[in-house]
């Protein structure tokens, strides 16, 4: 089946350490987003490709970085994780960006920062 | 300006008996609308969306929701609840943006407890 696939479901990291989160889509859409929940809360974006177009959202802090290496692929870098950013990271897709276009959710993965 | 708003942060409702989740939006265009569900430590899951065409919209799961233009609502409904359907709902709704890229307002969600 076409999908959203995110690695790993379940990330552990200490303060300060960078890690990285990925995203991968077998729907061969042209946009692929991030977005960031916390508990009880609304998904947030971050920011999207459009293909290699990169958009970011004005009030995404610059702690966080994408690469989109291919059509498939998609990271999610957080150079110094704070306590604040522990929360379940989305990895979304559509075929298009315009406005009745259908977003595909990956399962999440869920960030811990010790 | 576009915002979306869910009246009820928290639904309770037996097995059995009807859903109803309400949902209100702003917009300065003719929105898309969209209704999704996420269950505990879940992705989203796309119920039904509205797109300018008929204004009774029919989703999975036996959900429909109704575009008002006059309300300005998008109410979620489904006439019998099952357990399974115990999980939160974002309505959301999408315009035009900047560089003809959607923009897109989450609803900040409505938690769905059935009791057995």
């Known amino acids: 089946d076409a999908m959203v696939i995110q690695n790993p479901r379940y990330q552990v990291t200490q303060f300060g350490k960078p890690v990285t989160l990925s995203c991968s889509q077998t729907?061969?859409?042209?946009?692929m987003y991030w977005y960031q929940q916390k508990s009880s809360q609304a998904p947030k974006l971050l920011f999207h490709?459009?293909?290699?177009?990169?958009?970011n959202e004005a009030d995404t802090p610059d702690n966080f970085q994408s690469r989109r290496p291919n059509t498939s692929f998609c990271f999610l870098d957080i150079r110094s994780p704070g306590l604040g950013d522990a929360a379940m990271y989305l990895c979304?897709?559509?075929?298009?960006?315009?406005?009745?276009?259908?977003?595909?959710f990956g399962p999440g993965t869920r960030l811990l920062v010790l | 300006a576009q915002s979306v708003t869910q009246l009820d942060s928290h639904v309770s409702v037996s097995e059995g008996t009807p859903v109803l989740l309400r949902c209100n939006y702003s917009s300065s265009y003719s929105p898309s609308l969209f209704w999704y569900v996420q269950h505990p430590n879940k992705g989203l899951q796309l119920l039904l969306k509205?797109?300018?065409?008929?204004?009774l919209v029919k989703g999975i799961n036996g959900f429909e929701a109704e575009f008002k233009k006059s309300e300005t609502s998008f109410h979620l409904t489904k006439p019998s609840a099952h357990m399974s359907d115990a999980a939160e709902y974002f309505c959301v709704v999408s315009d035009p943006g900047s560089g003809g890229y959607q923009k897109v307002t989450f609803g900040t969600g409505t938690k769905l407890q059935v009791i057995p």
């Open positions: 490709y459009y293909d290699k177009d990169f958009n």
């Open positions: 729907l061969n859409h042209n946009v």
């Open positions: 509205y797109t300018s065409a008929a204004t």
């Open positions: 979304a897709t559509s075929r298009g960006s315009r406005e009745q276009e259908t977003q595909y």
